[in-house]
């Protein structure tokens, strides 16, 4: 299995601009997770989708951030617009039930807002 | 809200120790826990994985452990390499597969 994809690994915008990550879940996982990794704040959970429903979105921190499922294999997170504190590592992972809700974590895509 | 620390955050020893990374968490109603490893720059990678009814599991030369009741689980690596240099991440589950990180320890194994 390829494992979760991400992309793009590498995203530099500028303040304003719309920002879009992608992700691929491993194949029959059935959850969907998407993370972010800052040096003041750790890995904190944005949102998570089971099924492609989205469950708890608690995490996001602004209505400047959604995040889409339209299918069990292609999930988007979106920024608009982009601010410098959005800089960061973002991560996708998936996990399936069949395997005790482990999850398996993508390479991530490191932004960076000037 | 559950609370995770991890101590030490961080940790050097000479290649060839047995060490023990140390997790505690505040809600103790957790599903599962799970350890990872991440290196510079890269992603996490699943270690060990724990059910709430298990006590541990082991992987190589890896054991992880878990007391649910107290709030603890530890990450013994036996042997240390240099490879195994990297920040090891404790992250415990709660209902709805809800992950909760620590800051992690970053190892250093000097050869």
């Known amino acids: 299995d390829a494992g979760v994809i991400q992309s793009p690994r590498h995203e530099v915008t500028e303040m304003g601009q719309e920002v879009t990550l992608r992700c691929k879940p491993i194949?029959?996982?059935?959850?969907l997770f998407w993370y972010r990794q800052t040096m003041m704040r750790g890995l904190e959970l944005l949102i998570y989708?089971?099924?492609?429903?989205?469950?708890?979105d608690s995490g996001m921190p602004e209505d400047r951030f959604s995040a889409k499922m339209p299918n069990a294999s292609f999930s988007t997170l979106k920024i608009q617009p982009s601010e410098p504190r959005d800089s960061a590592v973002y991560f996708c992972?998936?996990?399936?039930?069949?395997?005790?809700?482990?999850?398996?974590f993508g390479p991530g895509t490191r932004l960076t807002v000037t | 809200k559950q609370e995770v620390t991890q101590i030490p955050a961080a940790l050097s020893v000479p290649e060839g120790e047995n060490l023990v990374l140390n997790c505690s968490f505040t809600?103790?109603?957790?599903?599962?826990l799970q350890w990872f490893r991440q290196d510079p720059g890269k992603g996490l990678t699943s270690l060990l994985l724990?059910?709430?009814?298990?006590r541990e599991q082991t992987s190589g030369r890896l054991n992880a452990s878990l007391d649910k009741s107290s709030g603890r689980s530890t990450l013994y690596i036996a042997a240390s390499q240099p490879g195994d240099s990297a920040t090891y991440l404790c992250?415990?589950?709660?209902?709805?597969?809800?992950?909760?990180f620590g800051a992690g320890t970053i190892l250093r194994v000097k050869s």
């Open positions: 992972a998936s996990s399936s039930s069949g395997t005790a809700y482990e999850q398996y």
């Open positions: 194949s029959g996982h059935d959850y």
């Open positions: 989708f089971n099924n492609n429903v989205p469950i708890d």
């Open positions: 809600d103790s109603a957790i599903y599962n």
């Open positions: 724990i059910q709430s009814s298990q």
């Open positions: 992250a415990p589950c709660r209902g709805g597969n809800k992950l909760v």
